[in-house]
């Protein structure tokens, strides 16, 4: 029982991105343009060779800003500045996600790759903002990303969190495997399912899944 499975957790964390607002909002693929400008910018390459570096360093380093740092020393800030302006027009207010994470016992809060700034953005458009105890962006990692056990170990100590009495809900299934490693219940949030040892739950639906856990 999907309820039961649940029972010890008070701590809930959050990814943004693809989580906590739907694919369809398309938010990601004006970041994505954004990511490829910048590239193409920083380290003077033309646009089909920036995309596949993009492509390259999320595979690689996790995000494309740890490859750029890694690889060529790009400086975390402007990069975040540009990729994050964006518009967010193709979020709506969900309200029964709201419900659904407001009956949530114990503590709530969003990590993501972006930064606490931009994610503040999307909880507000989403009408969600008021329901987290904390934000964290990549910059509280220390710009390592998800899915660096370090950059979780990171976040986790400084909200305090425990997580034998932790779960994960998260998009990209590689960041679910140090929350799964650490002893966290870890949940898919995705259109399609992915048979992993690391990943308990699956879902395409998160106030619906949420819902079951009242």
Same mark, same amino acid.
């Given at each position: 029982?999907?309820? #039961?499975?649940?029972? /010890?957790?008070?701590?809930?964390?959050?990814?943004?991105? +693809?989580?906590? =607002?739907?694919?369809?909002?398309? @938010?990601?693929?004006?970041?994505?343009?954004?990511?490829?400008?910048?590239?193409?910018? !920083?380290?003077?390459?033309?646009?089909?060779?920036?995309?596949?570096? &993009? *492509?390259?360093?999320? @595979?690689?380093?996790?995000?494309?800003? !740890?490859?750029?740092?890694?690889?060529?020393?790009?400086?975390?800030?402007? =990069?975040?500045?540009?990729?994050? %302006?964006?518009?967010?027009?193709?979020?709506?207010?969900?309200?029964?996600?709201?419900? !659904?994470?407001?009956?949530?016992? $114990?503590?709530?809060?969003? =990590?993501? +790759? $972006?930064?606490?700034?931009?994610?503040?953005?999307?909880?507000?458009?989403? $009408?969600?903002?008021?329901?987290?105890?904390?934000? =964290?962006?990549?910059? +509280? #990692?220390?710009?390592?990303? *998800?899915?660096?056990?370090?950059?979780?170990?990171?976040?986790? #100590?400084? %909200?305090?969190?425990?997580?034998?009495?932790?779960?994960?809900?998260? %998009?990209?299934? &590689?960041?679910?495997? !140090?929350? /799964?490693?650490?002893?966290?219940?870890?949940?898919?949030?995705?259109?399609?399912?992915?048979? #992993?040892?690391?990943?308990?739950?699956?879902?395409?639906?998160?106030?619906?899944?949420?819902? @079951?856990?009242?």
């Amino acid at each position: 029982m999907v309820k #039961a499975s649940f029972a /010890h957790v008070t701590q809930w964390v959050f990814d943004l991105d +693809n989580t906590l =607002y739907p694919p369809a909002a398309r @938010l990601f693929d004006q970041i994505e343009i954004r990511m490829t400008d910048f590239v193409m910018e !920083a380290i003077g390459v033309d646009r089909a060779e920036a995309d596949r570096l &993009r *492509k390259h360093y999320w @595979l690689e380093h996790g995000t494309t800003l !740890a490859g750029l740092m890694d690889v060529h020393g790009v400086d975390p800030g402007p =990069y975040l500045t540009h990729v994050h %302006d964006i518009s967010f027009d193709g979020l709506e207010v969900d309200v029964a996600l709201e419900a !659904a994470i407001a009956a949530l016992p $114990g503590r709530r809060i969003v =990590y993501t +790759n $972006g930064t606490a700034a931009y994610a503040g953005r999307v909880l507000e458009a989403r $009408g969600l903002a008021h329901l987290f105890d904390a934000v =964290y962006g990549v910059e +509280n #990692a220390g710009f390592r990303p *998800k899915p660096e056990r370090a950059a979780f170990e990171a976040i986790f #100590a400084i %909200d305090g969190i425990s997580p034998d009495t932790a779960a994960m809900f998260e %998009d990209d299934p &590689r960041n679910l495997s !140090a929350p /799964h490693a650490m002893g966290m219940r870890t949940v898919h949030v995705a259109p399609e399912p992915l048979l #992993a040892d690391h990943i308990h739950h699956h879902t395409d639906d998160l106030a619906g899944f949420l819902t @079951l856990l009242r």
